[in-house]
């Protein structure tokens, strides 16, 4: 459905220039919902806007590669072109509602334009259709809140209506961006339910974009790890959580709290800080932060490659070997 | 029986929205009758999401703002009370951690100069050699390189600049810290250092600690004690464990259905918890009742 093949990004900052996207190459099957894990600098939101034509050029620029949907390169086609994809056969949505709708225009006429610009229908058949949509992610009396404005929506409900709109031309791939991180926990937890219902129903493929490890294992098939622009580890999300072969993986995952704390006990931290983009360190750009990195790791990047003993697709860049690392560990 | 550092009692804080076109702006009750107490060298987690009134609650415990009604006693005193100059030797006791290190800190003042700025405030600075050492000493405390006094905030990252905000708040050696969603904004690899560095400067200043947030699992790591917060009250409070295994409140049940597990086995035979707070009332005579080892409910009058 989509497959992407030594993307390269850069961004420019008062006067220097820096790569922010490393030949990225994945491919994501349709049906499949691919969880995308970063932080800071991983690249995870920058490569998603180049995908859809929405990276700011300048600072960004795409230094190359190709990113097949459906036979087209999103990467060579003409904004028109982009611009009929985005909101018709690709969803988009983001983190912040509030900066994502149009303040000025009612949540019926916002829901209701794609639908008359990719579908052809009319006004009237729009706003119908806009009502159902509404419905489906579960907001309720719909028909008497298409009128109004999007400041007359709550937090949760916004994500709802961008969700709507993403969704209302029935895409095949839905690109999702930190969609429930601005949220409170408990409406998280509806969204989650809600998308991974409407994924059943309408058979959607999905890239989830997220820091949060949590909701990828709820609603990923695969999990994709990106540090400093490029792919740590990515595999099947119960191969991973089982037996993470990346450090940065294996740090995150150890990181978090996991019950109460035991005495005296500390959380296990990954230590130093996010990668800076603009002063890379050669190879590896976790070594710096990895206990078990290896004299190579500081000299040459590694490639991923197929774990070996795991499932098929589970793949690691590491030039170490982690289960072994931790079993001569102290 | 050692006496709380911090006793917060029936705090009240309302906000009127504007007036309509036919008078009478909303009222929205943002702090409904609170009350809790800190013990020293505890860490109480005040937890809630958007609306809740948990940061509010942080801010009038602090005197950034002044309550409608209701009272906090800092070791013995009621600050409600006090001028504002009578209060200030407190100030010094009590410090506050915001959740955006950088709206926190001055973007043209070096990190070394934001973090002696209490001293001097205080009159406790001495020389400026002595004030270099003081800063120093702090930023060795946080983790962080003392040449790295000389910087500008933008210099660092967000993780920096919490530890920056961090020594700033310990610089007067306060016994209490309000630490408003800390670590919310971090990175996730960053967050864990941060939570780390709270646990040392309890152990090692015997800091009381606030911790408001709504990341429900470092809350569950961290505090000895919790308090929910849903619509400006607390619904649910008691020692950690007893909350989360036996979470009585339905709004607390729900809330802790909704957490992410990090374990896809786990979170994929899981059953979040409805709960519509929109439509949710108190029950008439809401009060909060003891079930059992200070673990408190809140629960309507009985019938």
Request: with cysteine; net charge neutral; hydrophobic share 45%.
């Amino acid at each position: 459905m989509l497959e992407i093949s030594d993307l390269a990004v850069g961004f420019s900052r008062e006067g220097r220039f820096a790569r922010v996207i490393h030949d990225l190459s994945y491919s994501v099957e349709r049906g499949e919902t691919l969880g995308i894990v970063g932080e800071s600098g991983s690249g995870k939101s920058v490569h998603a806007l180049a995908l859809l034509g929405l990276l700011p050029q300048p600072p960004g620029k795409v230094l190359g590669g190709r990113a097949l949907f459906e036979g087209e390169d999103l990467l060579a086609l003409p904004e028109s072109r982009l611009r009929d994809l985005r909101g018709g056969r690709i969803g988009v949505v983001f983190q912040d509602p509030m900066t994502a709708l149009n303040p000025v225009l009612t949540i019926g006429r916002q829901i209701a334009e794609p639908l008359i610009r990719h579908k052809g229908l009319s006004m009237r058949q729009a706003l119908d259709r806009a009502a159902e949509l509404l419905d489906l992610v579960g907001i309720r009396d719909a028909r008497r809140r298409l009128p109004q404005f999007p400041h007359e929506f709550s937090g949760g409900m916004r994500q709802r209506v961008m969700i709507a709109i993403a969704i209302s031309c029935e895409p095949a791939l839905l690109i999702a961006d930190e969609p429930t991180t601005a949220l409170d926990v408990t409406v998280q937890g509806q969204i989650l339910d809600l998308m991974a219902g409407l994924r059943e129903r309408l058979g959607m493929t999905m890239i989830w974009i997220t820091h949060d490890m949590g909701v990828v294992a709820g609603i990923a098939d695969t999990i994709q790890v990106m540090y400093a622009g490029r792919i740590m580890e990515r595999g099947p999300v119960e191969a991973v959580f089982a037996s993470p072969r990346s450090a940065y993986t294996w740090g995150l995952l150890q990181s978090l709290p996991h019950g109460a704390h035991p005495p005296g006990g500390r959380l296990r931290q990954i230590p130093g800080q996010p990668p800076d983009m603009f002063n890379l360190p050669p190879g590896d750009p976790f070594a710096p932060r990895n206990p078990f990195a290896t004299e190579r790791c500081f000299k040459e990047a590694p490639p991923l490659r197929q774990v070996p003993g795991s499932v098929p697709g589970h793949v690691v860049a590491a030039w170490y070997d982690l289960p072994a690392a931790l079993q001569a560990a102290p | 029986m050692t006496e709380p550092l911090l006793r917060v009692e029936d705090l009240r804080r309302t906000y009127r929205g504007r007036a309509g076109l036919f008078g009478g702006g909303l009222v929205t009750r943002a702090v409904n009758g609170v009350s809790f107490d800190v013990m020293p060298g505890e860490t109480l987690g005040l937890v809630g999401e958007s609306g809740s009134g948990k940061s509010t609650t942080g801010r009038l415990v602090m005197g950034l703002e002044e309550p409608d009604d209701g009272r906090v006693v800092f070791d013995g005193t009621d600050l409600t009370a006090l001028s504002s100059a009578r209060r200030k030797p407190f100030r010094r006791r009590m410090q506050i951690v915001f959740q955006d290190p950088y709206a926190a800190l001055n973007p043209r003042m070096r990190v070394g100069d934001f973090v002696a700025e209490p001293l001097v405030v205080h009159g406790i600075a001495g020389s400026a050699a002595e004030r270099r050492e003081a800063v120093a000493g702090l930023f060795r405390t946080v983790g962080l390189d003392p040449a790295f006094m000389q910087r500008f905030p933008h210099e660092f990252s967000g993780g920096q600049r919490q530890r920056i905000g961090i020594a700033r708040a310990i610089a007067l050696r306060p016994q209490f810290l309000v630490a408003d969603e800390p670590i919310t904004a971090l990175d996730v690899s960053i967050q864990a250092q941060i939570v780390n560095l709270f646990q040392d400067l309890q152990e090692s200043m015997g800091l009381a600690l606030l911790f408001i947030a709504h990341d429900l699992s470092m809350v569950r790591y961290l505090c000895t004690r919790v308090a929910v917060m849903l619509k400006g009250r607390i619904v649910e409070t008691g020692p950690t464990a007893a909350v989360f295994q036996d979470a009585r409140h339905p709004y607390t049940q729900a809330l802790l259905s909704a957490v992410p597990i990090p374990d896809p086995l786990r979170e994929r035979g899981r059953r979040r918890l409805p709960f519509d707070a929109g439509a949710f009332d108190f029950p008439p005579g809401a009060a909060l009742r003891d079930i059992g080892g200070g673990h408190l409910v809140l629960e309507g009058a009985s019938r």
